[in-house]
């Protein structure tokens, strides 16, 4: 999170399951999921202590299951109050 100005904060997950999730599978499912992503905070925009958050990520999950391997964008905005 950044309290002033614009960051960037790149996500990197590991996720093994213990069971095969789809029956196609020869082994446990395994995803790796890239996501990057920047926010740009616009404080007290409103008001005193009352910012503006503007956030984009695009996630990337590689999955050794091809029917879950997806891309994503997220797009968010957020008023938050601070006291």
Known sequence: ??????SSAPTLIDRAYRSNIVG????????FL???G?????????????DL????????DS????????NDHIVAATVAARF
């Open 1 to 6: 999170m950044c309290s002033n100005g614009f």
């Open 38 to 50: 920047a926010a740009v905070v616009f404080p007290n925009l409103f008001a005193y202590h009352r």
């Open 34 to 36: 890239v996501i990057p």
């Open 24 to 31: 196609s599978l020869t082994e446990r499912r395994h995803d």
């Open 53 to 60: 958050r503007i956030e984009y990520k695009f996630q990337h």
């Open 63 to 70: 999955s050794n299951d091809p029917t879950e391997r997806f």
